[in-house]
């Protein structure tokens, strides 16, 4: 049979990449496609023979075994043929275009053929060889391919000339495919072509101006052309055509070559349409080279990394880009980056990258500073996730931009402490007229703080001065910038009671780095003690005005009739009315404070009553002018006038209904936190430095064994047993001298009540708001399972072992075995060997018990069947009681029954009937007096309990802990083998075994799954 039109080595050869060379041996599959389709003998191999590619006439025409490597081309020569094949291509190696040979090659048939051989390069490293069958009497046998052209115009009719092969192929090929001549004129356009690209074959054929249409663009035409000059057959180029419909098509086309020699046909191309992975590559690239510009020109550091975890399974960062700029700023090179770790490039970096990784997502940044130790600097870190599991980080170094503003910072501190320690009002002003600093006195002076002083002009000085003295001013200080120098004048200050103050106010100009004119320092001196003093008062009354106006809580004073006659800002806004509509009018808004007010008025209350503060008030609520219900808190106080004479009641509104709010909401979070811890099923405990239980969880008190309420307040020391206060006291200082303040470690732990649990103990330092250590997290897993697991499991690896042993030798060993013991048997019966009859017994007794050893190595094999049917458990004991029976009377003992109801479940027959046997056999042997076994079954809520129970001394601890191990016995002339078959059955089951020993005999307890509610269980009931 021919093989089909496919071959198994076409996908090493194809490429569609856009970025092929000649210098790759690649192929496009589309043309491998064709080459398949062709009658002719066509194969590529390389320069060294070893074949590449061989169509299905190739693969029909030679017994090739696909079952084996692929033979060099040569292979296909006789030996004779050989030489002259070499010497033939060699000379295409040094510059020929192409040879043609002809042979006598036997096919798989054995019939001989004469073959006519073209041989070409692809390319520099890939040679197409063709082969014709010119055999006479066969229907092509005239002339070799290179001497057969057809004229252009009979491929391009379509009825007449039907028959020709080659224009079958072209038109039915499942891509573009068209014709130059010489002038590079079309002269075939299959209809793949038509439909691709719009035009019909009537539109394109011997049309000079086809080409205008389809390459607009001189450039891309000629380019066109100088493609197609200049490209080497098969080898894959993009060209740009412009449709009928002005559409743009990416056409990947390749030069197959003139394999018919059609006359009028110089090239034959064929074109796949790769239209959208051109667009999509375009659109990548364009957005990479952004992408790449911004990376490269941003003088910022710039690292891309992806998570991993290290060796103890905790998340690490690796990079996998960076620009240079982080070269520079660590002073490292481009191989010292590579691959590096997050974690290492960056010391003690792990806690804040790790933070804000964490709890990023996709679309988010977070930012951090860092002190990166190696160079002194401090870096700003501007952390992003763009995908999850990848993360990009900006990073610039401010370490001098710190320096510079600690220091600035703190001159300016100095400076404003020492203006602010002057008594006297002093002030700055800028070019522009406007206060740019001052120190407190002014502040007072002026009554404004220094906020609303800065940007102002002197017209902030409007009320104290005539507008004459302003004028002045204005005009004095105009005269400075012009000519800067110091100056001083005498102003009288009006006050709001029409008195005035005299001041002398002394100017200098002061100057910036460069030189030049940077503002007006201004100093006020009082010339008139007396009238300084009232100045002083009526400005310590406007600020003390002021300052309760700028008072974000309203405050409000009522007099000794319960009628507002003063409030600040924020009380107009609480209650939402002006103080013209306040002043005067009952506070009805207030009536608790008017109930108060009035009993302390009448005497039947006391000042310290009334003068409450927050801390011993319940909230009260109160109507907001918005219309909501606040939650206040009034503080009050009793005001006198100089006589002593209750003269009012002031009151100060605290809103805490944020604060309220707030607090109930840390009061959900911190139940919703105990309720997580709670339900965390491992052992979650919290102590303080001292070793105090400050919190724990409900699983660390079973833990321990006691109430949690017993628990919290009490020292470790009452918890654990005094080698194991020491342990942990040790763990817990060298946890407080690591340096990433976390410590995991197993270890056996021994409680006060002198319990052992073997436990994986994780600890975590807690800190502060400062950083300073506080306490110690502790989260404890019980590993006792999980080495009752790793038992489990070295139990089955030696099942398996002696199962594969068994496997190997078992049947082997028996054969022969039998053999030996049919002619002892023989020999046991001769009369004339009766003196040795005692020999023989004692040899076949023994090759019995070798023949028992290798039936339970059978048993213990990984490949045993256990065929599960539904089956009573109490059905199986009864049915081998009888033998039990027998068995315990040989060692004078008894057998006793205590059945229970038990439901079918699914067994193993015969594997439920030895495990029996094999207990109660080690049962009977172990009791050395006369005694009982006793079976029992009961169903529990999980399954179903088979016990087996004897009298005897008990098992040695030294042999328990070894207990289902091959080998391991106490008999003399026990294998050790009886009991790990017992395990094996076991296991098969999914049931559970458990020992009780003690001196006064052993209890095993076999535990049967029940079936799981959601199957069938049909036949169990």
């Known amino acids: ?52 590619f061989s169509n299905a006439a190739f693969d029909n025409f030679f017994l090739i075994d696909e079952g084996q490597p692929r033979p060099f081309f040569s292979d296909y020569f006789q030996p004779s043929q050989q030489e002259e094949l070499k010497s033939q291509l060699e000379s295409l190696q040094q510059g020929k275009k192409q040879i043609s040979f002809q042979t006598l090659q036997h096919n798989k048939y054995g019939e001989t053929r004469q073959l006519h051989w073209i041989c070409h390069y692809l390319n520099p490293g890939l040679i197409q060889a063709s082969a014709r069958d010119l055999t006479p009497g066969e229907e092509l046998q005239s002339k070799p391919r290179a001497a057969m052209p057809l004229p252009a115009s009979e491929i391009n009719s379509k009825s007449n000339n039907a028959g020709h092969r080659s224009q079958g192929i072209f038109n039915k090929l499942p891509f573009m495919a068209w014709a130059l001549d010489e002038e590079l004129n079309i002269v075939f356009w299959n209809p793949v072509a038509e439909k691709l690209i719009g035009y019909s074959r009537e539109e394109v054929l011997n049309n000079n101006e086809i080409f205008s249409k ?4 001189p450039t891309i035409r000629d380019e066109y052309y100088k493609k197609i000059n200049n490209c080497s057959p098969t080898v894959e180029w993009n060209a740009r055509f412009r449709c009928k419909n002005n559409s743009d098509k990416w056409i990947s086309c390749f030069d197959i070559g003139n394999l018919y020699n ?205 507008p004459f003295d302003l004028d002045k001013i204005w005009k004095l200080e105009q005269d400075l910038i012009d000519d800067p120098r110091p100056v001083h004048h005498e102003y009288s200050f009006r006050q709001p009671d029409g008195s005035t103050m005299d001041f002398m106010i002394n100017r200098a100009p002061f100057f910036d780095m460069a030189g030049n004119f940077a503002g007006i320092v201004g ?3 009082n010339i008139s003690e007396k009238r300084e003093m009232q100045r002083q008062l009526q400005t310590q009354l406007h ?149 105090i239980l400050i919190e724990c969880n409900r699983a660390f008190a079973e833990l321990m064994g006691k109430a949690r309420e017993e628990l919290i307040g009490k020292h470790h020391r009452s918890m654990y047993s005094k080698e194991q206060i020491e342990a942990l006291h040790a763990s817990d200082q060298d946890l407080l001298n690591s340096e990433n303040k976390r410590l995991s470690y197993n270890s056996i732990i021994e409680f006060a009540d002198g319990r052992q649990v073997d436990l994986l103990i994780n600890k975590a330092i807690i ?81 019995d018990r070798a023949n028992s050893i290798i039936t ?54 015969k594997q439920t009937r030895q495990l029996i046997f094999n207990l109660v056999r080690n049962g009977l042997e172990a009791m050395s007096k006369p005694g009982t076994m006793t079976i029992s079954t009961s169903t529990e809520k999980d399954g179903i309990l088979l016990s087996i129970r004897d009298q005897g001394s008990g098992i040695d601890a030294s042999i328990l802990e070894k207990l289902g191990k091959p080998f391991v016995t106490t008999k003399e002339k026990g294998t050790g083998l009886g009991l790990a078959v017992c395990y094996s059955i076991v296991e098969r089951h999914g049931a559970q075994l458990e020992v009780e020993t003690g001196q006064d005999g052993t209890v095993f307890y076999i535990k049967f799954p029940l079936p799981p509610p959601t199957a069938d269980n049909s036949n169990y009931e």
Request: net charge negative.
């Open 767 to 847: 800190h502060d708001n400062e950083g300073s250590p506080i306490g110690i997290l502790g989260a404890l897993t019980d590993l006792t399972e999980h080495r009752e697991m790793q038992k489990t499991m070295a139990r089955l690896d030696q099942y398996r072992i002696i199962g594969e042993m068994a496997a190997a030798i078992g049947h082997e060993v028996r054969n022969p075995m039998t053999t030996v013991r049919g002619f002892l048997q023989l020999l046991n019966e001769n009369e004339a060997l009766n003196g040795n009859k005692e020999y023989f017994d004692l040899m076949i007794e023994e090759i």
């Open 262 to 466: 059609i006359q009028d046909w110089k090239y034959v191309l064929i074109g796949i349409d790769r239209t959208d992975e051109k667009e999509t590559e375009l659109a990548l690239q364009e957005s990479e080279q952004r992408y790449r510009s911004l990376f490269s020109s941003t003088q910022a550091g710039l690292i891309l990394c992806h998570q991993i975890l290290d060796a103890k399974g905790q998340p690490d960062y690796i990079l996998i880009d960076h620009n240079r700029a982080v070269e520079k700023m660590l002073s490292k090179t481009k191989l010292d980056l590579r691959e590096q770790s997050v974690h290492s490039l960056f010391p003690n970096i792990a806690e804040s990258w790790d933070k804000s990784c964490q709890k990023l997502k996709p679309g988010e940044q977070d930012r951090f500073q860092y002190y990166y130790h190696p160079r002194q600097q401090i870096f700003e870190f501007t952390l992003f996730s763009p995908a999850p599991g990848e993360f990009a980080a900006f990073f610039e170094d401010i370490t001098e931009i710190i320096d510079t503003r600690d220091q600035l910072c703190n001159q300016l501190e100095f400076m404003q402490t020492l203006i602010d320690t002057i008594p006297n009002p002093i002030f700055f002003k800028n070019p522009e007229g406007r206060f740019i600093n001052c120190n407190k006195a002014f502040e007072m002076y002026v009554g404004s703080s220094r906020e609303d002083i800065i940007n102002r002009d002197i017209a902030i000085l409007s009320p104290y001065l005539e």
């Open 214 to 217: 389809l390459f607009p663009d």
């Open 856 to 909: 339970d190595f059978l048993s213990l094999g990984k490949g045993l069947h256990t065929e599960l049917k539904p089956e009573n458990l109490n059905t199986i004991i009864e049915n081998s009681f009888l033998i039990l029976s027998a068995e315990a009377k040989k060692h004078d003992h008894s057998m006793e029954l205590n059945l229970g109801q038990v439901p079918i479940i699914p067994l193993d027959f």
């Open 543 to 691: 600020f003390q005005q002021f300052l309760t106006d700028i008072i974000p809580a309203p405050i409000f004073f009522l007099d000794t009739k319960g009628h507002y006659f003063k409030c600040n800002q924020a009380f107009e806004d609480y209650i939402g009315k002006k103080r013209d509509e306040i002043i005067g009018r009952r506070a009805e808004e207030l009536p608790e404070c008017m109930d108060l007010w009035q009993h302390y008025l009448a005497g039947h209350l006391e000042e310290k009553d009334l003068s409450a503060s927050s801390s011993n008030q319940a909230p009260i609520r109160f109507r907001h002018a918005d219309g909501s219900i606040r939650y206040v808190i009034i503080n009050r106080t009793v005001y006198h006038n100089t006589e002593g004479v209750p003269a009012g009641l002031a009151g100060i509104i605290l809103d805490i209904t944020a604060q309220r709010n707030a607090e109930t909401r840390l009061l959900e979070q911190v139940k919703f936190l105990e309720t997580l811890i709670e339900t965390i099923p491992n052992p979650v405990y919290y102590r303080s430095l001292e070793g």
């Open 523 to 525: 100093v006020l001196t």
């Open 1 to 52: 049979m021919g093989k089909a039109a496919s071959n198994k080595s076409q996908d090493s050869l194809m490429d569609h990449s856009s970025n092929y060379t000649q210098n790759d041996h690649h192929v496009p599959g589309e043309y491998l496609d064709y080459l398949d389709l062709q009658p002719d003998l066509i194969c590529l191999f390389q320069s060294d023979f070893v074949l590449q």
